[in-house]
T-cell receptor
């Protein structure tokens, strides 16, 4: 089975902290990667895609290292509202392939 | 624009009972999916439908059947429920312009099989 591995956490950080999550994937053929956010007892929602050159969206930065087969998500200036579980996701089989989800990393931001 | 909707939100079944989980999307997406999510496990794909009239097995299809009724609706059926099927079930659909990467999820159905 193709795997996506994440540290389950929980990560407990104070407001304003910078926190980084890493994720590794097993299949070097995977082409696309994503971070989804899932709030407690809610559905997953796309946070951001991760492309080869990396990308940034406000306080969030995603990086891809193909040589080491890992993806990272950096959250700067953490907010209470960032508390959630972050799912690392890989797309296998090209654009018409399927998504493989990691088990998620739980983040708790404290006042 | 409701996105992806699922019914019911909660369900309790006895072992051996059958039921159908309903899913509908109003985003004109071609592809639809059924996942299950268990504690300590990632989301796992049960079945998917790349387009109206087609369905394919995912990672964990045993014990389930699906029907792509039309472009909007994709149902999941448990013919004879087992305790191992206690889970949270999510339906999703994807934007055809981007392939399958951007998947939009419904709110989930929490199923307990006694």
């Amino acid at each position: 089975r193709k795997e996506v591995e994440q540290d389950p956490g929980p990560f407990n950080v104070p407001e304003g902290a910078t926190v980084a999550f890493n994720c590794t994937y097993s299949n070097s053929a995977s082409q696309s990667f994503f971070w989804y956010r899932q709030d407690c007892r809610k559905e997953p929602k796309l946070l951001m895609s991760v492309y080869s050159s990396g990308n940034e969206d406000g306080r969030f930065t995603a990086q891809l290292n193909r040589a080491s087969q890992y993806i990272s998500l950096l959250i700067r200036d953490s907010k209470l509202s960032d508390s959630a579980t972050y799912l690392c996701v890989a797309l296998y089989g090209g654009s018409q392939g399927n998504l493989i989800f990691g088990k998620g990393t739980k983040l708790s931001v404290k006042p | 624009n409701a996105g992806v909707t699922q019914t019911p939100k909660f369900q309790v079944l006895k072992t051996g009972q059958s039921m159908t989980l309903q899913c509908a999307q109003d985003m004109n997406h071609n592809s639809m999916y059924w996942y299950r999510q268990d504690p300590g496990m990632g989301l796992r794909l049960i079945y998917y439908s790349a387009s109206e009239g087609t369905t394919d097995k995912g990672e964990v299809p045993n014990g389930y059947n699906v029907s792509r009724l039309n472009k909007r609706e994709f149902s999941l059926r448990l013919e004879s429920a087992a305790p191992s099927q206690t889970s949270v079930y999510f339906c999703a659909s994807s934007d055809p312009l981007r392939g399958r990467d951007t998947q939009y999820f419904g709110p989930g159905t929490r199923l307990t099989v006694l």
